[in-house]
């Protein structure tokens, strides 16, 4: 009990008072009154309670400082690209290249502001997450109740709570009457926990939903009254857990971005290959290695691709104004790619999988006629369907009598659509409307209600209907029958005794709720006699319309979906098996893994059971967030979606976070790296297949670029070293370059994506983007367009000397060679007319602008001084485009072979699966 004075509290004591998340549900109120050293009646002493502010601290969320913005922005810098072209940059300066250093400077500057605008905002996670630690609360101390801020209680604090109130702090309950609370946001259940102050039975591991005489902050008094005692505050909160697990959490970097880090570690070697390669090449031929130096160092700068981030840029954001048009909100420009490698999809049930409303979808009348149930959510919309029954005009009338008792044995309303009031009855008002157009509210007067309690698991409703007074009651099977001697069948009311309804209604109650659904009994009575049983009713929170098709074609594209739910075992495998998480086969008990079950697993045990299992029930943010990183341990990229509280970390640590738009809690939404504004889990396919299409146009550009950069580099190199005249000129470089870096080569990274894309499996984020495949197509475009370049250049000197028209025919035909190439560079395995010739409307534009420009250089008095050109004539042209369009030609054909490789090979391992299927028939 309390003591007047209290001394100051030792370390042990300290230790003692702040209790386990489950230790308080498994003791007597008056173990932790001891514990706490307060009384339960009076609560603590104002002395008390200030002692404990400077031993406990406030009940307040710190969220840590911010890093100020210079230094988010010079954080851009730290990619090994753009670290890369800086480099590139002062070298430039070095050698007087004041243009190129200022054209590479500019490319920075653009790329990393628009980068730090897309991804710069204020850490608001935690903010959001501290609003749900209510401003003020009842206290009582000193025996009399305060009203002041919830910062300012600790642990022994009384707190009393009532319908409406947001729980302040975590609490062991004292006393409670019809007490419920909506922990969905903590939890991601639907339905409200009715509460009990009652002492639990000792359990390893309690899970938060279990620990039902204890309310938690941020949770909402559904309905009752209550009061109890402060076990935790602030950070010890189970609140407070996930708001330090947040705010510990590093959201990690995207692939595309490792792919960029990668490449630009890639391009530094190549760069210095290149450099040591030209020195040895001159030292070798007696020239200064100094001079050779300085050639080395121009040529590897000019071949590192600086219109890169600049194409990465612009294409990742168009694409995410592709996908803002398709109601996903993405905020990182990275994440748009990102979503295009994904492999294991972990998703909430609860809000996410499902609509979050509860719908009817069983009846089973009095009498036993079965019943089905369209249509949902908290909306009329939909019908019933007789499934067995001998009369059906009969169990029309028995349905009347059903929607009856659902309208009256109600709290609830719906307007528009949206509920005021419990889910459970939500549904029922909804099954109502769908079963009769009677407002059946009209015809009486409520006289009397006996709300649900844990004790009689029955809600009762007395209404006047004309002279009589009518009792509507629903609740649990075995409360309801105990209170009924007859039953409806066909409009008529027949005895219980003798008859196979209670046996037969027993087992379809267990039958249904073995489906994951929440059965309730109904039943009506006369003037406080014994009730008429009317049948059962089940209902579930339904997947949502497009949630199936979307599993089935992640599950067709190679994405793998796995569910993350607190809800029941059998709840989480009737939804899983209702959206073909399993695929042809039918849900296995044992092929679902508890929360608890996880405590006991090591990380290593964990990471075996990830592979295969595609349901985890009643499980918590921290083991939402283990499941997460077991995935990624295997080296799969994991994208999470999810909706409460609950989900927050877990999305946060995923490689892509994806949080719901309407019925997402802002904590979920501001963790989120995408939000879908219409909760539609199907637009992720949508994402998926954006994501796939820009890594693959951003890959497309790089070989394009690079494989025309080496080419005119090698040209360069060739002259240089072999001391003949160069076959362009700087201005005709200069060209080349604009080209390189301009129209064509940004087209191509708004190619539309491939209509095969979604069957193509993840792309593997191991492989680089330079990969071995790339490699070769640039280095042989590189090396057709030299040969033929040299091949022009050679016969127009035939008579030794380089004359205006040479070095025009030598200019066009490399730029033809760049135009074809780009053509070429479209795709890497489809031929261009497979893609459709027009279907870029962009890299067309592009094309025929370069091309034009390109004439107008060759054909226009001063374009033809500044470049030193003279006009060719229509033979020449036509020599040098049936010349050019070899590089198109060749990759056609190189594609073409491929193609034909790979599907003879698919022939082979079909034919094979076939043999051994055969030979083990």
């Known amino acids: 009990m309390i003591q007047d004075s209290e001394d100051s509290l030792d370390s042990e004591r300290v230790k ?10 498994v003791v007597p109120v008056e173990e932790v009154e001891n514990i706490l050293r307060t009384d339960r009646v009076k609560g603590l002493s104002t002395r008390q309670a200030e002692e404990r502010y400077t031993t406990f601290g406030y009940n307040e969320l710190i969220v840590k400082d911010e890093e100020p913005v210079w230094k988010k922005y010079l954080e851009q810098f730290k990619n090994p690209l753009i670290i890369l072209l800086l480099c590139s940059a002062i070298v430039s300066i070095g050698m007087k290249q004041y243009d190129d250093a200022a054209s590479i400077t500019l490319a920075i500057v653009i790329v990393v502001t628009v980068g730090f605008i897309q991804e710069y905002r204020s850490e608001k996670t935690l903010e959001k997450l501290k609003k749900l630690v209510p401003p003020v609360c009842v206290c009582v101390r000193d025996g009399r109740p305060e009203s002041f801020e919830a910062k300012f209680l600790v642990p022994g604090d009384l707190v009393t709570m009532q319908t409406g109130d947001r729980i302040p702090a975590d609490l062991r309950l004292v006393s409670c009457m019809d007490f419920a609370v909506d922990e969905s946001s903590l939890t991601g259940e639907l339905e409200p926990i009715l509460k009990t102050s009652d002492v639990l039975p000792k359990k390893e591991n309690l899970a938060t939903n279990e620990m039902i005489n204890q309310a938690f902050m941020g949770t909402m008094v559904v309905t009752g009254r209550a009061t109890g005692l402060v076990v935790a505050t602030a950070d010890k909160t189970q609140f407070g857990q996930v708001f330090q697990m947040m705010s510990d959490e590093v959201a990690p970097d995207t692939p595309l971005q490792n792919s960029m880090n990668l490449l630009g570690k890639q391009l530094s070697a190549y760069s210095l290959v290149v450099i040591g390669l030209i020195m040895l090449a001159g030292w070798y031929q007696g020239k200064q290695v100094l001079v050779m130096f300085n050639i080395g160092v121009s040529l590897a700068v000019a071949a590192i691709p600086e219109g890169l981030p600049i194409v990465t840029v612009v294409t990742l954001a168009l694409g995410v104004m592709r996908m803002a048009g398709k109601q996903a909100i993405v905020k990182k420009l990275p994440t748009v790619e990102a979503l295009g490698c994904v492999n294991v999809i972990c998703t909430d049930k609860t809000g996410t999988v499902t609509c979050n409303q509860m719908t009817a979808t069983n009846l089973v009348t009095g009498g036993g006629d079965r019943v089905q149930v369209t249509g949902s959510g908290y909306h009329p919309e939909g019908a019933a369907e007789i499934l067995t029954s001998d009369d059906h005009s009969g169990t029309q009338k028995d349905l009347e009598r059903l929607a009856e008792c659902a309208t009256l044995c109600n709290n609830a309303s719906i307007t528009c659509g949206q509920l005021l009031g419990q889910p459970t009855e939500g549904a029922l008002l909804a099954l109502a409307q769908k079963l009769s157009i009677k407002n059946f509210k009209e015809e009486g007067t409520r006289v009397k209600e006996i709300p649900f309690s844990s004790e009689s698991k029955v809600m009762e409703v007395i209404y006047q209907l004309g002279p009589a007074n009518v009792s509507f009651v629903k609740g649990a099977l075995e409360k309801v029958l105990i209170k009924c001697d007859t039953y409806l069948h066909h409009g008529k009311i027949l005895p219980l005794e003798g008859s196979s309804v209670p046996a037969d209604s027993v087992r379809f109650c267990a039958e249904l709720g073995g489906k994951g659904l929440r059965v309730l009994a109904l039943a009506r009575g006369v003037d406080g006699g014994k009730l008429t049983f009317l049948g059962l009713v089940a209902m579930q929170d339904p997947p949502r319309p497009g949630v199936p098709a979307a599993v089935r074609t992640l599950a067709e594209s190679g994405v793998r979906t ?5 809800d029941a075992k059998e709840t989480a495998l009737a939804i899983g098996d209702q959206i073909g998480l399993f695929g042809d086969q039918r849900p296995v008990r044992s092929g679902a893994v508890a929360g608890e079950d996880l405590d006991r697993m090591g990380d290593a045990d964990l990471q075996t059971v990830v592979r295969s299992v595609q349901v985890f029930y009643r499980v918590s943010p921290r083991h939402k967030v283990r499941i997460v990183a077991a995935l990624q341990s295997h080296g799969l990229i994991v994208a999470m979606t999810g909706d409460g509280v609950n989900d927050g970390v877990a999305v946060k640590r995923a490689d892509v976070g994806i949080a719901m738009g309407k019925c997402g809690t802002d904590v979920c939404k501001e963790a989120a790296d995408v939000i879908l504004l219409d909760d539609d889990f199907s637009t992720i396919l949508c994402a998926i297949e954006e994501g796939k299409s820009i890594f693959i146009n951003i890959r497309n550009f790089l070989r394009f670029q690079l494989s025309t950069s080496i080419a005119a580099l090698s040209l360069i190199s060739i002259s240089t070293l072999m001391g003949t005249a160069n076959p362009l000129n700087p201005m005709q470089i200069l060209w080349i370059n604009i080209i390189m870096d301009g129209p064509p080569a940004q087209s191509l990274g708004v190619e539309p994506s491939d209509k095969e894309l979604m069957k193509k499996p993840p792309r593997n984020t191991k492989v680089a983007m330079l990969s071995k495949d790339i490699l070769i197509n640039i280095i042989l475009s590189a090396a057709i367009i030299v040969c033929g370049t040299l091949y022009v250049f050679k016969e127009m000197m035939e008579d030794g000397k380089i004359t205006n028209r040479d070095t025009t025919m030598t200019f066009t035909c490399f730029v033809f060679f760049d135009m074809f190439n780009a053509l070429s560079c479209r795709s890497n395995t489809k031929s261009v007319f ?45 020599f040098l485009v049936c010349l050019t369009s070899s590089i198109f030609i060749m990759s056609e054909v190189k594609k073409f072979a491929e193609r034909q490789l790979l599907a003879r090979r698919k022939k082979v391992t079909r034919t094979n699966s076939a043999k051994s299927l055969i030979s083990l028939v």
Request: charged residues 5%.
């Open 562 to 566: 796995v569910m993350l739910t607190g």
């Open 16 to 25: 003692e008072m702040w209790l386990s998340n489950s230790h308080p549900a």
């Open 834 to 878: 497979q893609l459709g010739l027009f279907s870029n409307k962009a890299f067309c534009l592009a094309v025929l602008f370069s091309l034009v420009g390109q004439m107008l250089v060759i054909y226009t008095p001063p374009l033809q001084y500044i470049f030193q050109t003279e006009a060719l004539s229509a033979g020449d042209l036509f």
